[in-house]
């Protein structure tokens, strides 16, 4: 799988919209960028997934570049409860499936 | 049931004791993960399952881990003869696969081992 960059921390105003930036330049035409987070003391959330196109759901959205060199994820009206260890990970999905693997992730911090 | 369950969710046992992690993944789901998380650190893979496929176990630090699933059911991740470094959060992870699908995977809230 190919290899993210993200950085490491972030802050966001509350009720402000966080763009959190993905570096994934080595990506193969069927690797698919999938965003989780995790808030302290839990296992990991399942936010978005996308292989070209932006894609919307009810937490977030997710734009890929039309190289699909990078991508952003958008929590729009950030809360407290946003305050998470947020993953890019790009993956190859087929038949026999695939792990995930994690990177260090984004820190995001979200003040009042 | 509605999530994936891990059992049980703390757990704390003196060095050289073996111990026994359980997991019930989503109902329907074909695809199981153990992740490991140290304190502080970030998820680290240990093995997977696939319906009846032999299960990738890359990530399965030594020979004292081992894990069992019988079918698309539980799942057992057992550590002998516990050491120190081997405290941390024991996370499993379940999703569905198929031909052109593609799922997120959906974790368990972990169990926490500390060995003493």
């Known amino acids: 799988d190919a290899k993210t960059t993200q950085p490491t921390s972030m802050d966001c105003a509350e009720g402000r919209a966080a763009n959190l930036p993905c570096n994934h330049s080595t990506i193969s035409g069927n690797e698919y960028v999938y965003w989780y987070r995790q808030i302290h003391s839990q296992g990991p959330q399942y936010i978005i997934h996308g292989l070209k196109n932006n894609e919307t759901n009810e937490m977030a959205s997710l734009i890929i570049t039309e190289d699909r060199k990078s991508s952003t994820l958008i929590l729009p009206h950030a809360t407290l409860r946003d305050t998470a260890v947020y993953y890019c990970i790009v993956r190859v999905v087929g038949t026999s499936g695939s792990r995930l693997t994690f990177g260090e992730g984004t820190q995001l911090t979200v003040n009042p | 049931g509605a999530g994936v369950s891990q059992s049980p969710s703390n757990k704390v046992t003196e060095k050289g004791k073996d111990v026994e992690l359980r997991c019930d993944p989503i109902?329907?789901?074909?695809?199981l993960y153990w992740y490991r998380q140290r304190l502080g650190q970030g998820l680290e893979f240990l093995i997977y399952f696939q319906g009846n496929s032999a299960p990738d176990k890359s990530g399965l630090p030594s020979d004292r881990f081992s894990a069992e699933r019988t079918g698309e059911s539980v799942s057992t991740l057992t550590i002998q003869r516990t050491q120190q470094e081997d405290s941390a959060v024991y996370l499993c992870a379940s999703s569905s696969t198929g031909t052109g699908v593609n799922y997120g995977y959906t974790f368990g809230s972990g169990t926490r081992l500390t060995v003493v």
């Open positions: 109902s329907g789901h074909t695809a």
